[in-house]
């Protein structure tokens, strides 16, 4: 009898852990304002960076893979068709640029599933492609809160001459 009981009570509990497990939640995305600043060594200097909304099955593997060479040639597809928002730094133009958390792009990007925004940026002189965010003119970021040390819905990001660098410390 005592053995048929503390049966019973190992599977219990492997029961109750299951179903506790099951009722874990995904992932809460949310909007952030975005923060970009240019390096010293590049004010003036004519560059662009573009912001994608990607989800994480269908979007994010082909972001992580794409050559982001190919992704700034001139009438480049891909470009022109993504879910971007597109900033434009140069002569005349703010060296701190932002995409506010209030901008409808949001809530269309939320809407679909988004849970992570790829960063890319045309900087010159920077042309290896690598993988993910390996290159540096690709900075790939979670959206859901519990990634970030910050309670802030914020997240900056400094263009430098050697790439993107992340200024928002994200959770260890």
Known sequence: MKAYLRSLSVFSIIGLLALLGGCAS??????????FTLD???????????VIGANAVADLPKWEAYSITD?????????RDADKIS??????KPTAQSIAMN???WNQWL???VLYVVVLADLPGVSADKQGNADARRLILPL???QWASGDQKIDVLIQESGLRLLTPKKT
């Open 26 to 35: 995904g992932p809460t995305p949310q909007s952030y304002t975005l923060n």
């Open 40 to 50: 010293k060594a590049l004010e003036g200097t004519s560059l662009q960076v573009d």
């Open 71 to 79: 992704y700034w040639q001139p009438g480049n597809v891909t470009r």
């Open 87 to 92: 900033i434009e730094f140069g002569r005349g």
């Open 103 to 105: 901008n409808p792009k």
């Open 111 to 113: 809407k679909r599933g």
């Open 144 to 146: 859901d809160k519990a």
